[in-house]
C-alpha cells in the first residue's frame, strides 16, 4: 500500500510540477509580448507552454486512472472477502483446534497465527510488546511441538489441502 501511496504522491508532483511550469510560462508570454518579445520567442514560449499543459494533463487523466483501479481493487477484495468469509472462519476454527491439539499456549498460539499472517519476527514482537528473543522462543516451541521444520512448513501445512492438486 506504501508503494501505492507514494506512486500517487509521484505523480501528484509531477502534475502540479506541469502546472507551476505552465502557469509561469502563460504568464511570462503574457509579459514578454506586451513588451515586443520577437516571433520566436513567443513561439518557443507557447510550445513549452503547450507541453506543460500536455503533461499536466497527462498526469490529472493517469492520477484519476489510478484512482478508478484502486477503487475496483478495494470493491474486489471486499467482495471476495464477503463472498469467502465463512470459509476464512472456518480455516480459523481448523487452525485454533490444530493449535489445540498441538499443546500450544495461548501466546503461542497467537505468535503461530501472526506468523501464518507473514509477520517478521520483530513485527510480531512489536505487536505483542515484547522482546524479539521471546516471540523467537515461542516460533520454536510452535515448530517444535508441531513437529515441522519452519514458517514454510508451518503454513504448507494449513494451505496444502486447500489449494488444487497438480495434475501430472
Known amino acids: 500500500m506504501s508503494d501505492d501511496v507514494s506512486g500517487r504522491r509521484g505523480i501528484l508532483g509531477v502534475a502540479v510540477l506541469f502546472g507551476a ?3 509561469f510560462i502563460g504568464i511570462d508570454l503574457l509579459t514578454d509580448s ?3 518579445a520577437g516571433a520566436g520567442h513567443l513561439l518557443a514560449e507557447l510550445t513549452v507552454l503547450v507541453v506543460a499543459a500536455f503533461g499536466f494533463g497527462a498526469m490529472v487523466w493517469r492520477l484519476r ?7 475496483d481493487a478495494r470493491q474486489d477484495a471486499g467482495r471476495w472477502r464477503d463472498e469467502n468469509r465463512e ?5 480459523g476454527v481448523a487452525i485454533a483446534r490444530q493449535f489445540s491439539a498441538w499443546g500450544l499456549t ?3 498460539s497467537d505468535v503461530g497465527l501472526l506468523l501464518l499472517k507473514g509477520l517478521s519476527l520483530q513485527e ?3 505487536l505483542r510488546e515484547t522482546s524479539e528473543r521471546t516471540v523467537r522462543e515461542q516460533a520454536r ?3 517444535r511441538k508441531s513437529s515441522l521444520a519452519g514458517r514454510n512448513a508451518l503454513s504448507a501445512y494449513f494451505l496444502e489441502d486447500l489449494l488444487p492438486g497438480t495434475s501430472g
Open 124 to 126: 510480531i514482537a512489536d
Open 34 to 36: 506586451g513588451d515586443g
Open 21 to 23: 511550469i505552465a502557469v
Open 87 to 91: 470459509l476464512v472462519q472456518g480455516l
Open 141 to 143: 516451541a510452535v515448530y
Open 106 to 108: 495461548d501466546a503461542e
Open 65 to 71: 486512472r489510478l484512482h478508478r483501479a484502486l477503487a
